[in-house]
């Protein structure tokens, strides 16, 4: 399993794609569908394969300012590993 890093870049793994509606967006995977809401939302959103963690971490923070330091450096990086065991972000 690859290791996450700063310099990873996450994007939906192959299989993966957006469906839904813009109102109620879901992340479709070979094995079922998942509602994307929220944090999770604004997480995913930016796992097109274009930026790192660090740029998505950075983006976030200016997005929720209010965070406590380090809480959505932890919270991204949780949730993308954790999405990353059900083969639906690859990095």
């Not at 957006?18 to 809401?37: K, R, S």
């Not at 097109?48 to 809480?71: D, R």
Request: negative net charge; hydrophobic residues 45%; aromatic residues 6%.
């Amino acid at each position: 399993m690859a290791e996450l890093t700063d310099a990873s870049i996450p994007r939906l793994a192959a299989g993966c794609r957006w469906g839904g509606t813009i109102e109620a967006p879901v992340v479709l995977f070979p094995e079922g569908a998942i509602n994307v809401e929220g944090t999770g939302r604004a997480i995913l959103e930016l796992c097109a394969g274009q930026l790192t963690l660090v740029q998505i971490v950075q983006k976030l923070e200016q997005q929720f300012i209010l965070a406590p330091p380090g809480k959505i450096r932890a919270d991204v990086i949780s949730f993308v590993e954790q999405l990353h065991t059900k083969r639906i972000i690859d990095y």
